[in-house]
């Protein structure tokens, strides 16, 4: 399983565009890479996955460099309710059923 | 929209005592697993299963811990004998496909205090 590393913590203001960068240099050929959100004493909730280039969808926007050795996961206009930690994982194609959450970047959205 | 529900929110024990944390995961998923999270850290991987067995298991998964699937709705953790360490929020998932990348729906969490 590719390692991944974010960011320990970020702050933003309300109505700011947050971006939380995921470095994974060594990712592989068939591996996707996939974010979940946790909002205190919840489980994860899946945000948005991607292979390469972007992915959009109602809550967030996923970048993906050709090399595909970070991601930068955009959330627009973020409110107070978007402070939570944001995990990036990296998948093993191999249909590996491990998931490994790292430590994750803990936003703090102030108003 | 379909989710997963743990029974109990909260469970207090005696240091030595059985648990069995309970899951009903979303009916047509295939995939369960079972992660804790000790306050204020990371989630942990404990166990995955499937077509009744486990798949992985992480290496805090022990002799003390145990998983079975007895009906086909409730997927549970035993902890034989817990220990003060084991305290933590306990976290049931499942997903439709055992893909790392394939979505996994996690439950609310069972709360376990060790005493």
């Known amino acids: 399983l590719a390692k991944t590393t974010q960011p320990i913590s970020m702050d933003s203001y309300e109505g700011q565009e947050v971006n939380i960068t995921c470095s994974h240099n060594?990712?592989?050929?068939?591996?996707?890479i996939t974010w979940y959100q946790q909002f205190p004493s919840q489980g994860p909730r899946f945000i948005i996955q991607?292979?390469?280039t972007k992915v959009t969808n109602e809550v967030a926007s996923l970048f993906i460099p050709a090399d595909r050795k970070s991601s930068t996961l955009s959330l627009p206009r973020v409110s107070l309710s978007d402070t939570a930690v944001y995990y990036c994982?990296?998948?093993?194609?191999?249909?590996?059923?491990?998931?490994?959450f790292g430590a994750g970047t803990r936003l703090f959205v102030k108003a | 929209e379909p989710e997963v529900t743990q029974t109990p929110s909260h469970q207090v024990t005696q240091m030595g005592q059985e648990v069995i944390l309970r899951c009903v995961p979303i009916?047509?998923?295939?995939?369960f697993y079972w992660y804790r999270q000790i306050l204020g850290q990371k989630v942990e991987f404990l166990v995955s299963?499937?077509?009744?067995?486990?798949?992985?298991k992480s290496e805090i998964f022990d002799d003390q811990f145990s998983v079975e699937r007895p009906d086909g709705s409730n997927f549970t953790l035993k902890i034989r004998s817990t220990k003060l360490e084991d305290s933590a929020m306990y976290f049931c998932?499942?997903?439709?496909?055992?893909?790392?990348?394939?979505?996994?729906?996690f439950g609310p969490g069972t709360r376990l205090t060790v005493l």
């Open positions: 998932a499942s997903s439709a496909s055992g893909r790392i990348y394939n979505e996994q729906f």
């Open positions: 060594n990712i592989a050929t068939n591996d996707y």
């Open positions: 991607g292979y390469k």
């Open positions: 994982l990296v998948g093993d194609d191999r249909g590996g059923f491990k998931t490994i």
């Open positions: 009916s047509n998923h295939l995939y």
């Open positions: 299963f499937y077509n009744n067995e486990i798949s992985e």
